[in-house]
């Protein structure tokens, strides 16, 4: 009679009890919900605030160019040549060695470029080369007669063009051993020098040395010589001799400096 009496009692209870209980347990979960999306609102807006501030507080190619006089291309193209960016199919990359200096990738509109900090503005390396950007139009006069004068006509097997025969048995040779290399790239020293060839692997520089009666190019040549040793570079060397022996030579020149041939 007891158990009849307490399941008639539940029975009476529950019903009651969840009439009562149902619509705090729905408003419970309403108020939970509402809370968690405006937590969500405010961390997306103070994200917005947060990235706007950093936007704020950087500066981009043409802004930098503005403040010392110059124009965008200069920047990018400084910028190339010391390491803190590099070119991709959109626009510009930042590099490690650029997100060290204040480099932050940025993407717009499908194009991809970088934004550049204070520290950028305190790096010598690059207030100097922006400075003497504008004193180089001679120097620039003069690499354009070199230019013209020794056209990059001769095509590499992986597609480059280079500018004497010799210079494509080098590219060619590389390319043959699958090593990676750039040409005439920019030495990052304080001196305006351009290497024959470099090799990103073991950080080499390549030089072949080929007008040998000429006074002006040995001088050339011998000035460069020191400075790839005032900045203790890896330099490898070829002249006419050695040129017909790439097979011998190049192998144990890179094997100096740590890259080895996968034979």
């Known amino acids: 009679m007891q158990i009849f009496d307490t399941a008639n009692l ?25 809370t968690k999306f405006i937590r969500r609102k405010m961390r997306q807006k103070t994200y917005v605030k947060f990235n706007q501030r950093n936007m704020a507080d950087t500066f981009s190619a043409k802004e930098i160019a503005k403040k010392f006089g110059k124009n965008a291309k200069d920047v990018n193209e400084i910028l190339l040549n010391l390491g803190f960016i590099k070119k991709c199919d959109n626009g510009y990359n930042v590099t490690d060695v650029g997100k060290y200096y204040g480099g932050m990738q940025n993407f717009y509109m499908g194009k991809a470029s970088v934004r550049w900090d204070k520290r950028l503005l305190c790096n010598e390396n690059f207030i100097d080369e922006i400075t003497k950007a504008g004193e180089k139009s001679s120097k620039k006069e003069q690499k354009e007669d070199f230019r013209e ?16 025969r010799a210079e494509l048995v080098i590219a060619n040779w590389l390319f043959a051993e699958g ?22 692997k073991g950080k080499i520089y390549i030089e072949f040395w080929g007008l040998e009666d000429d006074e002006a190019y040995i001088k050339r040549k011998e000035q460069k010589i020191e400075l790839y040793k005032k900045y203790g570079l890896n330099l490898i060397e070829i002249d006419n001799d050695k040129i017909s022996n790439l097979d011998d030579h190049l192998p144990r020149e890179l094997l100096k400096f740590g890259v080895s041939l996968n034979l």
């Open 179 to 200: 090593i990676a290399y750039a040409y005439e790239k920019r030495v990052p020293i304080k001196e305006d020098v351009y290497c024959d060839f470099y090799i990103p």
């Open 149 to 164: 004068k020794f056209k990059a006509e001769y095509r590499t097997n992986d597609g480059h063009y280079v500018r004497s």
């Open 10 to 34: 539940l029975s009476t209870m529950l019903p009651a009890f969840f009439s009562f209980a149902l619509p705090i347990i729905i408003f419970v979960i309403l108020v939970n919900l509402i």
